[in-house]
């Protein structure tokens, strides 16, 4: 089945330790999506990518870092300069203009 | 600026006792507005696209409306599996093909 993966579902960082989030779709969407939510806040967009080996930044990019080298993985760095990484973080995929398709998520905790 | 309010932030309801969830959007120009569901420590689940005002989708116990300011997901006699969170993003037709994500609604539907 096609679909958009995650991993891994907890990840745990410890004080000056970058972490990456893996995101891995198989549905041959062209745009992927990096989100983050925390309670009360709703979906707050960190960096997204329209094509291979380019992405733009999103509404929150400092502290985080991303690479499109090839079609269907997306994956997010999240650098010791992100002072307050916990969170839930979301990846999504689509073809453009039409709706996303999001994984399960992945939630970082400080340790 | 593209702005997206969805109320209320909570409801709660009976089993059968059917109600609206409401999303007010300004954008630029709409291109479409999507509907999802999200469960608890999960990714949202697209339900539905509306494209223009005065179209409706539905599915199940669920309808989704739209106006030129407005959406509405109307449910009908829901079930406590209808619990979840909701949320309504609209995409402009100016910019990114980046849609704008609402807060949300958490509904709780008590057997």
């Known amino acids: 089945d096609g679909g958009i993966t995650q991993s891994p579902k907890y990840l745990f960082r410890k004080e000056g330790q970058n972490v990456t989030l893996s995101c891995e779709q198989n549905?041959?969407?062209?745009?992927m999506y990096w989100y983050r939510q925390d309670p009360g806040q709703g979906l707050r967009l960190i960096y997204y990518?329209?094509?291979?080996?380019?992405?733009q930044k999103g509404d929150i990019a400092e502290g985080y870092s991303v690479s499109r080298e090839k079609k269907e993985s997306f994956p997010l760095t999240v650098t010791s300069a992100q002072k307050n990484p916990t969170a839930f973080y979301l990846c999504?995929?689509?073809?453009?203009?039409?709706?996303?398709?999001f994984g399960d998520g992945t939630r970082l905790s400080i340790l | 600026e593209d702005q997206v309010t969805q109320s209320p932030e909570a409801l709660r309801l009976q089993e059968g006792e059917s109600s609206s969830l409401n999303c007010s959007y300004t954008v630029s120009g709409l291109r479409g507005l999507f509907w999802y569901r999200q469960d608890p420590g999960k990714g949202p689940e697209f339900l539905f696209t509306l494209y223009s005002a005065g179209e409706e989708k539905e599915k199940e116990r669920l309808k989704a409306t739209l106006t030129k300011k407005e959406s509405f997901l109307h449910i009908t006699a829901p079930k406590p599996e209808d619990s979840a969170t909701y949320l309504c993003a609209p995409l402009s037709e100016g910019g990114s093909y980046i849609p704008t994500f609402g807060r949300g609604t958490s509904l709780i539907v008590h057997p």
């Open positions: 999504a995929s689509s073809y453009l203009n039409q709706p996303q398709h």
């Open positions: 549905l041959n969407h062209d745009a």
């Open positions: 990518s329209q094509i291979v080996n380019d992405f």
